[in-house]
């Protein structure tokens, strides 16, 4: 089973507005990570957030972490056409595997 | 990432065929991984290897197997490929001396099974 749970699963917006992404998993973890997908191409990592943390930023990337809930978020700022892509959180659990989220698509119209 | 290459990008075969993908690294990276991923959905790990003598199962491997001929190679093997192994398959690369655990991902390899 699906350790992340992403929502929205698809996301429409205008360039410059806010883009904000939930994930929620099941397990204790050692960190969470974000991850970009071009259609049909490989992942790319954006932003990792350890267990201990609750907040990071880097660049237009904001990453929360609530470990209580068992949830994170992912707000991309100041949004472009080529933000265009989707994004999926991965848990890291005991043992350095990651099991990734459904993903939300996310389309930044021009 | 062009440090970790796959080959073939797509293939086409029939059911009952065995078929090998294949996954280098140039990174220098002692962790490797094999995932499929399904339209729509996330990757779901398939195995994984943290050293050439250390083969893990993921949540996946039935009707799969791997080898770690090297640090830098990692292969996948469907022995007797079905049409539900019809799917995008990512090698992916990471190492215990990074600060951040992060993966490095291949193109991809498109797979489909008729």
Not at chain 2, 2 to 16: C, E, F, L, S, Y
Not at chain 2, 26 to 41: A, E, I, N, V
Request: hydrophobic fraction near 30%.
């Amino acid at each position: 089973s699906q350790q992340g749970e992403e929502d929205p699963q698809a996301l429409s917006i205008q360039e410059g507005e806010n883009a904000t992404m939930n994930c929620s998993y099941k397990t204790s973890i050692n960190n969470l990570q974000w991850y970009r997908q071009n259609s049909g191409r490989g992942l790319v990592h954006l932003i990792l957030i350890r267990s201990n943390e609750r907040e990071k930023h880097s660049g237009r990337l904001r990453v929360t972490l609530d470990t209580s809930k068992k949830s994170s978020s992912l707000l991309i700022t100041a949004s472009r056409a080529a933000d265009t892509a989707s994004y999926f959180c991965a848990a890291e659990t005991s043992g350095s595997r990651l099991t990734f989220g459904e993903g939300t698509q996310l389309t930044v119209n021009p | 990432d062009a440090d970790v290459t796959q080959t073939p990008r797509n293939r086409i075969t029939k059911t009952g065929k065995r078929i090998m993908l294949e996954c280098s690294q140039t990174k220098g990276h002692d962790r490797m991984y094999w995932y499929r991923q399904d339209p729509g959905l996330g990757l779901r790990l398939i195995y994984y290897s943290f050293d050439v003598k250390d083969i893990n199962k993921g949540e996946i491997s039935d009707g799969y197997s791997v080898s770690r001929q090297a640090q830098a190679k990692f292969s996948l093997s469907l022995e007797s490929a079905i049409p539900n192994q019809t799917a995008l398959y990512f090698c992916a690369t990471s190492d215990r001396g990074l600060p951040r655990n992060e993966q490095f991902f291949g193109p991809g390899t498109r797979l489909t099974v008729l």
